[in-house]
Each structure stands twice: as C-alpha cells, then as structure tokens.
C-alpha cells in the first residue's frame, strides 16, 4: 500500500484541537458563539462517512466485480463483506524495497552465509586433521606396548571413544541441517504430493484482523514466525503484531513499516538480532504507538532470505521445495476490488500489471493443490473473509509469490 496519512485518525485529530481552540480562546469567543459544537459534530460525522464507500458505490463495485466474473468465466465467487467499505489502500499496505536494493541485500546475506560455511568447513577439516594425528599418536603408543592385554585393552577403548565421536559428529551434523530448516524429519511431506497444505495438517495459528492499519506486513510476519515456530518445537505462539508495527526496523536501521505500509523483510532483520514479543505482552491496537519494550526475547530467527536470489516471484516447484523444507512463506499479491469480494473458490482474475514487482499486499502461502493450480493463502482481514480467512490463489495470478521469503526459527 502507497503511504497515505490515514483520513480517520486526521479527522479525529483535527476535531479535538478545533474543540479545544474554541473553549480556551477569548480571543474567539464571537467565532465560538457563531459556530456551535453540534455543527462541528455534524460536520466531523460527514467528514467521517466521506472516508468509507457508500452502500451505493459498494454495490456498483461489486456489479462491476460481477460482471467481470461472468464476462471471464472465472472460478471464484464474491459476496458483499465488511472490507469493501474501505478503500485498498485503507486495509493492505506492502511496499517492496526497489529491485536493486533487494538485490545487493540478498547478495549481501549469500555472501555472509558462503562465508560463514566456509568457515564451518575449514574448522571442521582443522578438527579431522587434529584427531587424525591423535589417532596415530596414540596407534604408535599402543604399538610399543609389550604387553598384549593391555594392548587389546587400549584399542577396545580408542574403538568406544571413535563410536563416540562419530555419534557426537553426527549429532552435530543434524544439528547443523536443523539450523538450515524448520521441518522435522518426522513432518514432512513430500515434494511429489499433487496437494498438501499446513492448515489442514494443523500446524497453523489461527486467522488474525489486521483492522483499517496498513500492517499486512507485520501480520505476515508473525503468521510466518507462529507456524513455523510450532512445526519445530511443538509449541503455540501468538506473536504481537503491534511490537513488529512499534519497534522493528532493518539491519541499516530503517524502520520496517507502519499503518501505512511496510515490508516484512524489515522484521526477519530485527529478529535476526532481537525477539518477538508475545501479543499478551503488546496487544493489537490497530494504529501505531510507540517502542516501551524493554525485556529481552528469546523469539528470534536463524536465518533468513528470499525464495529467488532476486527477490522474484518462484516458479511453482522453487515454491513447492520452500513451503516442504521451512513451512510458511511470506509473499505478497496484487489486490483488486475482486480480491476483496472474493467468497470462495479459485482465484483467477489475473488482472493487469506493470511488472512483477506492481504487488500491494503482504500474505502468508501455506501449501498448494495441483488439481486446483492454486496456492492455499493466508490472509489477515479476519476469519469472516474468503473461506474462513483463506483464499485459493491460482499460479501466476495477481503476481503471487513476489518477495517470496522463508525464515528459520530458533530451537527451544
């Protein structure tokens, strides 16, 4: 969503002050008597429906949805619903960094991470030198024993203290691909599935109202965060949406978004380094306030990065391979009044775009059906919209998949 200073709050803003100048200025005593509080309160009422459609203009959007749907012959069905009172810009709100940007960023994580395992490896290679050359120490020690018995005795116990390296190695070697998935062995599916969602496997948060605030961003991010949690330690969260919407901000210090719009990249960088919080510890508000959290978090990521080095949208099997090894996937997608009507079905509008990244708001995809040729989506607009705060997305449609980012979390 485009950065708009929201209507509501400024109406708000502007009628307290007005109230306030007229009771405490003698100098416009002759201003207050002619202008009383009951027309500023009707004028602030009208200035208040001016913000939201009309039923009128509802209805006339929802024909022109209708219309399109008949025209198309396409496979999803729209119904008249809360969020088609507010204008798109009022309820999404996603503002992809500039490709170059997302670019050098991605470039900059590949290059840290390729170092980092260089770095893993070369210590790695320096401990098999180190204990080979112990094995031969030791081999010549037993060698010049005498004593038969107690040379059997002493490779009985270099063979138990090898077995016990090798577990602890192998230990450390599962440990280690743990750090790079959330997806125990035990959970996941296969990559072969003609189908396979995380909803109906029952590892998924439940669908979260993100209000009239631009926060899609945040919501994302903590739908992403919750899921992914679960799937590897067993354990429901339920993330605050306000702390991401307060306090989080990039890796160079920007701040990650706000009820105008954001971009959850922003919030993986600052988990990187901080925790979540929990919404118990800063309820949703539903507008923005200001960053008290003082306590530290043990909520934090591993790693991040988008599905495509250049941040594009994954062809179906790049997306297929994400959702089986990290769970949930951040993305965003191009909402249009036919998005927001939708009811049930496969969304197909396939409506127009200037490129792949023209997208304007942040979703959580969760699985996919290849009899469908859809993705299963998470929205935030509550449980009330789509199919239980759900919608099928068909591949390719709207620019689904742009930004594509999965996030390893940490292990209890």
Same mark, same amino acid.
């Given at each position: ?11 708000? &803003? ?5 109230? &306030? ?46 219309? /399109? ?17 507010? %204008? ?34 070369? @210590?790695? %290679?320096?401990?098999?030198?180190? %204990? ?42 599962? @440990? ?48 992403? +965060?919750?899921?992914? +949690?679960?799937?590897?330690? !067993? ?58 959290? %003082?306590?530290?978090?043990? +909520? ?68 996919? /059906?290849?009899?469908?040729?859809? +993705? ?22 709207? !620019? ?13």
């Amino acid at each position: 969503m485009l950065r708009k200073t929201s209507s509501f709050y400024s109406l708000i &803003l502007t009628l307290s002050l007005l109230l &306030l100048f007229l009771s405490s200025s003698p100098e416009n005593l002759q201003l207050s008597a002619r202008t009383t509080k009951s027309e500023i309160l009707k004028r602030y009422k009208q200035d208040k429906e001016a913000v939201l459609r009309s039923p009128e203009e509802m209805k006339a959007m929802m024909k022109t949805v209708v219309d /399109d749907i008949k025209k198309r012959n396409l496979k999803f069905t729209v119904e008249l619903n809360e969020m088609m009172k507010y %204008q798109i810009s009022q309820i999404a709100g996603t503002k992809p960094p500039a490709e170059d940007e997302l670019k050098k960023k991605e470039e900059e994580r590949r290059k840290k991470e390729e170092l980092e395992r260089q770095q893993r490896e070369k @210590k790695r %290679q320096e401990e098999l030198r180190r %204990q080979e050359e112990q094995r031969k120490k030791r081999e010549e020690e037993i060698e010049r024993e005498q004593n038969q018995k107690k040379q059997e005795e002493m490779r009985r116990q270099e063979e138990e203290r090898r077995k016990q390296e090798e577990k602890k190695r192998q230990d450390e070697m599962k @440990k280690e691909e743990m750090m790079d998935r959330n997806i125990p062995a035990e959970i996941t599916p296969s990559i072969d599935l003609v189908a396979f969602n995380w909803r109906d496997s029952g590892l998924l948060s439940k669908v979260q109202y993100q209000g009239i605030c631009g926060s899609c961003w945040a919501f994302t991010s903590a739908a992403v +965060y919750e899921a992914n +949690y679960k799937m590897k330690n !067993n354990k429901i969260l339920d993330i605050s949406e306000q702390f991401f919407l307060d306090c989080a901000k990039d890796k160079y210090g920007n701040d990650a978004g706000s009820c105008d719009g954001g971009w959850y990249g922003g919030v993986f960088d600052y988990l990187m380094q901080n925790g979540a919080f929990l919404e118990s510890d800063m309820p949703y508000k539903g507008k923005e306030g200001f960053c008290a959290v %003082q306590k530290k978090s043990n +909520y934090k990521i591993i790693k991040w990065g988008y599905i495509r080095r250049d941040a594009g949208i994954p062809s179906v099997q790049e997306m297929k391979e994400a959702i089986v090894k990290y769970g949930a996937i951040a993305a965003t997608v191009k909402v249009t009044p036919a998005f927001q009507a939708y009811k049930s079905g496969i969304f197909d509008e396939h409506a127009k775009v200037s490129g792949p990244n023209d997208v304007n708001h942040a979703i959580t995809i969760v699985g996919w /059906d290849d009899n469908k040729k859809a +993705y299963l989506v998470k929205n935030s607009w509550g449980p009330a919209w789509g199919e239980g705060g759900y919608i099928w997305v068909e591949y390719g449609c709207n !620019n689904i998949g742009y930004g594509a980012a999965w996030v390893v979390v940490v292990s209890e």
